[in-house]
């Protein structure tokens, strides 16, 4: 199968963009699903070893409780009754204020302060979420000369190869679901713990990817349950030819 390489170019630019909303009235096809397991099944890892599993979840029960678990980006209230004279928050001083995470504003010849709000993170809602889930099996020996010197579950190294695998994992991921037309948005705001909790699991969930139809009626930088937009971002990867 040849694929025009202009496509495959607009499809990774598209890739790197993460949708906060998402329509719900459709539902992804079982073998678009299941391509997109073995996208996480089949990639690339140290040796090939296993480091974490998947669940993909489109229970909503579920994804709405992960949603509650996660934190989004934060932002400072533009309403001025977030925003309060050092007296009246009990602060002495500024630098006292600014110690316990408030940030500073001055309206008219005052100075006012508020801490940071969170949203709720929006790229989980979607179709499709998928939790990256530490898993390792026990009867792997070590096979690099790392592992052989220092033990196979030295953190270090173990840490960085699971790393690598779940930046690989996951970016296989996102790449196949761009390729079939879909959206996504990764989420690691939330506390392991709590997520591994809603979903019955013993090890620390990893990573949440949601995947779906974007809302048609929205930018996609719209949160899907309070309307807020989120800043967007552009980077600048410096590449050379070596010849």
């Known amino acids: 199968m040849n694929i025009p390489n202009d496509y495959l170019e607009e499809t990774i630019k598209k890739s790197q963009r993460c949708q906060r909303n998402w329509d719900l009235s459709r539902s992804i096809p ?36 992960i949603y509650n678990c996660t934190e989004g980006a934060g932002y400072l209230s533009e309403n ?26 001055t309206y008219g010849n005052f100075n ?23 898993d390792r099996d026990p009867s792997e020996g070590p096979r690099t000369r790392e592992q052989y010197v220092h033990g196979k579950y030295t953190n270090e190294f173990i840490q960085r190869d699971e790393a690598i695998a779940l930046g690989i994992g ?5 790449l196949v679901a761009h390729i079939l037309s879909y959206s996504t948005g990764f989420c690691q705001c939330f506390n392991p713990r709590d997520i591994s909790n809603i979903l019955d699991e013993t090890e620390d969930v990893l990573l949440l990817v949601g995947i779906g ?31």
């Open 30 to 65: 079982p073998e678009d699903v299941e391509t997109m397991k073995v996208a996480v099944t089949d990639c690339a890892s140290k040796q090939n070893r296993v480091f974490y599993k998947c669940k993909f979840i489109t229970n909503r029960d579920i994804i709405e409780q």
């Open 213 to 243: 139809y974007p809302d048609p009626s929205l930018p996609r930088r719209i949160h899907h349950v309070t309307g807020r937009q989120f800043t967007t971002y552009d980077k600048d990867i410096l590449v050379e030819n070596v010849l």
């Open 170 to 174: 996951s970016g296989y991921l996102a």
């Open 112 to 134: 006012y302060f508020s801490k940071r709000l969170n949203d709720k993170n929006p790229q989980v809602l979607a179709n499709l979420l998928v939790a990256f889930i530490r």
């Open 80 to 105: 001025l009754s977030d925003w309060h004279p050092l007296e009246e928050l009990g602060f002495k001083s500024e630098q006292e204020a600014i110690n316990n995470e408030y940030r500073k504003r």
